[in-house]
Structure formats: structure tokens, C-alpha cells
């Protein structure tokens, strides 16, 4: 018996400790990689010399990235950037950015998360915006955008955040009535124009910190809005404005 448990245990494996199940490749420098689960990781790309080498460290995770951050004081990215890359969730900081025309051709049936802070985007990106099929979340903060036009109410979009830029305009029917969460905080907006009064399904309304004067009815129409900010403004009377949000 004694023999036969000593030969057992000789042919018995020692249990793994290598990462091989694991979806983080062991180096992938300038960028680190956080696995949550075998089909989530999150990858932060920062403190880079060049593109270059980004590309070269994404190219270890193959084809498909549920969520990539790239972050850098001075770099530019090139129209290449992610060819051959399908990104579901893309979150770039990169202050020399000041548009996005070519930079997302490849991503049309990918991206559903996309966002851009701290950059010099002017116009609305609408162009390259509309081919994203599944885009649902986008984030447009800390950028000079001044004012939105009606082509933007063509995306199907249900969260929009476009807190810290120039915006001083809205354009009648611009924001997609599919929206269920809008963010205009800190921007210049002085009046509504009854621009708002057509998103029946938002739910969440931020507008503080901007020069808006009187509400009148404009939020008359956001019958689903449970949560609004208005704080930082000069309204003088929210009566008028607020007698028709029962679920406030």
C-alpha cells in the first residue's frame, strides 16, 4: 500500500503557478495591462517615447481590446494608430489632439465607449462620428467646442458628456433623443432654446456652472428626469421650470 501511494504521488502534477491562462501578456512596456476577467482587461498607455511603441505593445494582445487609455503630454497619433485593432471601449487624453477625422476608420463596428479629454477639438466631430454603429457613450470634456448643431442628433448615443468646453449654443433638436444622461456643465450657454424639450427619455440633466439666466419651460418636455444641476447660474425663478418634473 505504501508503495502504491508513494507511486501515485510521483506521477501526480504539482498544481500551476504560471500565468499562462492569463490574458495579460507578461510585458507589454510602455503600457501595463489589469485583467478583470478572461474576456475583460483594461489597458493604460502613458509616459511613451514615441507612437511607435505603443502600437508595437498593443500588437501582443491580437485583434480585439475591450478597453485601451492612452495618455501622454505631447504626442500625436498617427492615422495608423489602430489598424488591425477592433477597440470596445477607447479613452484617449492627449492634449495635441484637435481632431479625430481619420484616426477611428477601423473601428466603425467596434467602438461603444469613446472618449476625449484634454485636447483642442473645436468643431463636434460629426463626420467621423456617424459610421460607429454601436456607439453609445461619448465624452468630449475639457475640449473648446463652442456650439452643437443639428447633424449630432443623428448618432444613437445614450450618454453624452461634454462638461469644460466654449459651448454658447445649442441648435433646435441637435442632442439625439435617445440620450438618458447629458452633461453640460461649465460650459458658456446663456439660454436653452428650447433645444432640450424633445428628450423625453433623459433621466440625468447637468447644467451647472454656466450663465443661464431663466429656465421659462424648457425642461417641460423631460417628463422620465429624476436628477437635475443647475448650481453656478443666475437663474432668478425655477417655478415655472420645474412644475412639470413629477420625479424629481
Given at each position: 500500500?505504501?508503495?502504491l501511494?508513494?507511486?501515485?504521488?510521483?506521477?501526480?502534477?504539482?498544481?500551476?503557478?504560471?500565468?499562462?491562462e492569463?490574458?495579460?501578456?507578461?510585458?507589454?512596456?510602455p503600457?501595463?495591462?489589469?485583467?478583470?476577467?478572461?474576456?475583460?482587461?483594461?489597458?493604460?498607455?502613458?509616459?511613451?517615447?514615441?507612437i511607435a511603441?505603443?502600437?508595437?505593445?498593443?500588437?501582443?494582445?491580437?485583434?480585439?481590446?475591450?478597453?485601451l487609455?492612452?495618455?501622454?503630454?505631447?504626442?500625436?497619433?498617427?492615422?495608423?494608430?489602430?489598424?488591425?485593432?477592433?477597440?470596445?471601449?477607447?479613452k484617449l487624453?492627449?492634449?495635441?489632439?484637435?481632431?479625430?477625422?481619420?484616426?477611428?476608420?477601423?473601428?466603425?463596428?467596434?467602438?461603444?465607449?469613446?472618449?476625449?479629454?484634454?485636447?483642442?477639438?473645436?468643431?463636434?466631430?460629426?463626420?467621423?462620428?456617424?459610421p460607429?454603429?454601436n456607439?453609445?457613450?461619448?465624452?468630449?470634456?475639457?475640449?473648446?467646442?463652442?456650439?452643437?448643431?443639428?447633424?449630432?442628433?443623428?448618432?444613437g448615443?445614450?450618454?453624452?458628456?461634454?462638461?469644460?468646453?466654449?459651448?454658447?449654443?445649442?441648435?433646435?433638436?441637435?442632442?439625439?433623443?435617445?440620450?438618458?444622461?447629458?452633461?453640460?456643465?461649465?460650459n458658456?450657454?446663456?439660454?436653452?432654446?428650447?433645444?432640450?424639450?424633445?428628450?423625453t427619455?433623459?433621466?440625468q440633466?447637468?447644467?451647472?456652472?454656466?450663465?443661464?439666466?431663466?429656465?421659462?419651460?424648457?425642461?417641460?418636455?423631460?417628463?422620465?428626469l429624476?436628477?437635475?444641476?443647475?448650481?453656478?447660474?443666475?437663474?432668478?425663478?425655477?417655478k415655472d421650470?420645474?412644475k412639470?418634473?413629477?420625479?424629481?
Open positions: 500500500i505504501i508503495f501511494f508513494s507511486l501515485l504521488a510521483a506521477f501526480t502534477p504539482e498544481p500551476s503557478t504560471s500565468n499562462s492569463s490574458v495579460c501578456p507578461s510585458d507589454v512596456k503600457c501595463t495591462c489589469v485583467e478583470e476577467s478572461m474576456e475583460y482587461y483594461y489597458i493604460t498607455c502613458k509616459d511613451f517615447d514615441s511603441q505603443v502600437k508595437s505593445a498593443l500588437s501582443a494582445f491580437g485583434t480585439q481590446i475591450p478597453d487609455t492612452i495618455k501622454h503630454d505631447t504626442a500625436v497619433i498617427t492615422e495608423d494608430m489602430l489598424d488591425g485593432i477592433c477597440i470596445n471601449r477607447l487624453k492627449l492634449p495635441q489632439i484637435s481632431d479625430i477625422d481619420n484616426l477611428l476608420t477601423n473601428q466603425e463596428e467596434c467602438l461603444q465607449l469613446l472618449s476625449f479629454t484634454k485636447g483642442h477639438i473645436a468643431e463636434f466631430p460629426i463626420d467621423a462620428l456617424i460607429i454603429k456607439l453609445s457613450i461619448l465624452i468630449i470634456s475639457h475640449n473648446q467646442i463652442t456650439e452643437l448643431k443639428q447633424p449630432i442628433s443623428r448618432l448615443l445614450s450618454k453624452l458628456i461634454l462638461e469644460d468646453n466654449r459651448i454658447f449654443r445649442i441648435h433646435s433638436e441637435a442632442i439625439p433623443h435617445s440620450l438618458t444622461y447629458l452633461n453640460l456643465n461649465n458658456r450657454l446663456r439660454s436653452l432654446n428650447s433645444s432640450l424639450l424633445h428628450l427619455n433623459l433621466t440633466l447637468f447644467l451647472s456652472d454656466n450663465a443661464i439666466v431663466n429656465l421659462n419651460n424648457e425642461l417641460s418636455g423631460l417628463i422620465n429624476y436628477k437635475l444641476s443647475i448650481g453656478g447660474n443666475n437663474i432668478v425663478s425655477l421650470s420645474l412639470n418634473l413629477l420625479k424629481m
